[in-house]
């Protein structure tokens, strides 16, 4: 080999064992080993930084911001709660989560539905009590094994058959016969999941927070007429099991209730009061058909999206002292209404604008963001905060969201648009429709994931450019001594590694070539070769860079380099044996 392939293993080698050894931010590491062969000569400039400009790392930019629209609309809440329901156990959560996630993968694009699925498990796993960590890497590998499937279920399945009617126009696929080998491949990883989860996984992070010492709130909200809510029981509308909150009394007519039962049946009007920590009252205000008195007063409409929710602490000084919030005008005299009020845990069981303001309450308030700019430094209060997240949800645009993606699907299913003008045209069809604002948008947007991406491409650049990949396929694919089926585990190994330094397009076009010259001087059909070659290049379990699904959920799962290889040596392994097994069979040499 040339030195410049030298240089390009050691380099990517130092990458993994650093990845792998250490707790440093993969992007980090990562732009470290693409400026080292820059440096060195391997890339050029251009070359470099060809993956900033890449096709499917700018997708995945785009297709945050659609997720972001799903999310802001509240299509994501409305998922979480209906979709994937309330499971018993993190394996049966897991089951729930990845068989779906299989199945959408298989006639869409992998990407957009892990991107659309992240924001909906991170509440979900909230709302249940169970760990993130347990749950992305399910999702991802669902993603990713669904999408072997069917013929249309990842770019590089419709690529490889190109290539293959190529060779012979009668070696076309049709758009299920992947499903043979597909099918008992994606069984087998969502039941491998369940079943070694609880040791392969990781348990990162506490499940609930410390509720005895965290600060509770007394809130008070209303149930809209003629809403989702109107009508459900309490175990119905998902308000009985709400993490950090719990649901004191309701009051109907002039009556209050208390030691609410799940059984009791809501109506319109009904005014529920709850005790909880912010976190889950910001969940709460984003349940569709509940609102607060403040927006009840403003003809029951929503909030603007440019309001959020403020924490403020009452100073000594405040002209408002011994009044209630109703006597003391509130809203008039600070443009902000009060949703919420802590007391030095005390449960102050009646309507918000009934509470005499004391010094040292803590009131979480819904305004605008000059509230902030205005009060973070007069005497009225001693503390003001913004609550992340808190944004109003935009449910009045959830059917102009799901429209938007479906026209998304659509378009790049049936071969209309790529991905790419897809994910651009509907990232900006939210924004101008308003399913979220532009502010927002640029927020939702994951950087550090998009920065691994551009590095991985470089790497694979060099990677394909030294001839390294070429060489490494010609040593393991070498001499005419293997037998057919010796030739198919060799073909999926080599594969299988390669996919996991550079792309799986890229690693299944460089060995395509191979696995025809291997075909050729055996005298064996090409078919089972490329059936193998597609469900190995998809094989992307063992890196977070290997495939961006894996990318997406690295962040949020709070995962290291190691996570991917302890759960995704095995399943490669496993994926391979069944390839190997089935393929064969159903495809005769």
Not at 236 to 262: C, D, F, K, N
Not at 348 to 355: A, E, R
Not at 432 to 449: E, M, N, Q
Not at 494 to 502: D, E
Request: aromatic share 6%; hydrophobic share 50%; glycine share 8%.
């Amino acid at each position: 080999m040339a030195l410049e392939a030298w240089i390009t293993l050691w380099v990517i080698g130092l990458c993994f064992s650093v990845l792998i050894l250490t707790r440093f931010a993969p992007d980090i590491i990562l732009m470290g080993g693409v400026t080292l062969l820059l440096s060195f000569g391997v890339l050029t400039n251009q070359e470099a930084i060809s993956g900033f400009a890449n096709e499917g790392m700018v997708t995945v930019g785009a297709l945050f911001i659609v997720a972001n629209g799903l999310n802001e609309t509240g299509v994501v809440q409305w998922m979480s709660r209906n979709l994937l329901g309330r499971p018993g156990s993190t394996a049966g959560a897991q089951l729930r989560l990845m068989f779906p996630a299989a199945l959408l993968s298989a006639f869409i694009n992998n990407t957009p539905v892990v991107a659309m699925l992240v924001p909906a498990v991170i509440t979900w796993a909230k709302h249940n009590k169970l760990q993130v960590s347990r749950l992305m890497i399910p999702l991802s590998y669902a993603a990713i094994i669904g999408g072997c499937c069917t013929l249309i279920g990842t770019s590089t399945n419709l690529i490889i058959n190109s290539m293959l009617i190529g060779q012979n126009q009668a070696l076309g696929l049709e758009m299920f016969d992947l499903a043979w080998v597909g099918i008992p491949c994606a069984a087998a990883v969502i039941g491998f999941v369940a079943l070694t989860g609880p040791w392969l996984l990781p348990k990162r992070g506490a499940m609930q927070l410390d509720l005895d010492n965290a600060r509770k709130y007394t809130v008070e909200m209303i149930v809209q007429p003629q809403t989702d809510l109107d009508g459900k029981t309490i175990e119905q509308a998902g308000l009985r099991h709400l993490h950090g909150l719990y649901l004191v009394s309701i009051e109907r007519g002039g009556h209050t209730i208390h030691a609410v039962g799940p059984e009791e049946i809501l109506s319109g009007h009904d005014r529920l009061f709850f005790v909880g920590i912010v976190d889950s009252i910001v969940d709460l205000k984003k349940i569709r058909g509940l609102i607060t008195p403040e927006e009840e007063k403003l003809n029951h409409q929503p909030v603007k999206g440019s309001r959020s929710l403020v924490e403020v602490v009452v100073s000594p000084s405040c002209p408002l002292l011994g009044k209630s919030i109703r006597e003391g005008r509130f809203r008039s005299y600070y443009n902000a209404g009060v949703i919420a009020v802590a007391r030095n845990g005390a449960h102050l069981n009646m309507k918000i604008g009934n509470i005499v303001l004391h010094p040292g309450d803590t009131l979480l308030l819904d305004t605008t963001d000059h509230f902030l700019l205005q009060q973070r430094y007069t005497t009225d209060f001693l503390l003001v905060s913004a609550v992340e997240n808190s944004q109003a949800l935009r449910h009045n645009r959830s059917i102009i969201a799901i429209l938007i993606l479906l026209g998304m699907v659509i378009s790049v299913t049936s071969n209309g648009l790529s991905m790419l003008n897809a994910a651009l045209l509907a990232a900006g069809a939210m924004i101008i429709t308003r399913c979220t604002s532009a502010v927002i948008a640029r927020k939702s947007i994951d950087w550090h994931v998009l920065v691994v991406i551009a590095a991985s491409i470089a790497l694979g650049r060099a990677v394909e450019k030294t001839g390294l990949a070429t060489r490494a396929a010609e040593l393991f694919l070498s001499g005419t001594h293997l037998s057919s089926t010796e030739i198919l585990i060799s073909l999926f190994i080599f594969t299988a590694l390669l996919t996991s330094v550079i792309s799986n397009t890229a690693a299944a076009v460089l060995v395509f070539p191979i696995a025809v010259a291997a075909s050729n001087t055996l005298g064996i059909s090409l078919t089972p070769l490329a059936i193998t070659l597609m469900i190995a290049a998809s094989a992307s379990f063992a890196t977070p860079i290997g495939y961006q699904t894996n990318l997406i959920v690295y962040g949020p799962g709070g995962y290291r380099f190691l996570d991917y290889l302890r759960i995704g040596i095995p399943i490669t392994l496993l994926v391979g044996l069944i390839t190997v097994s089935i393929v064969p069979m159903i495809w005769p040499f």
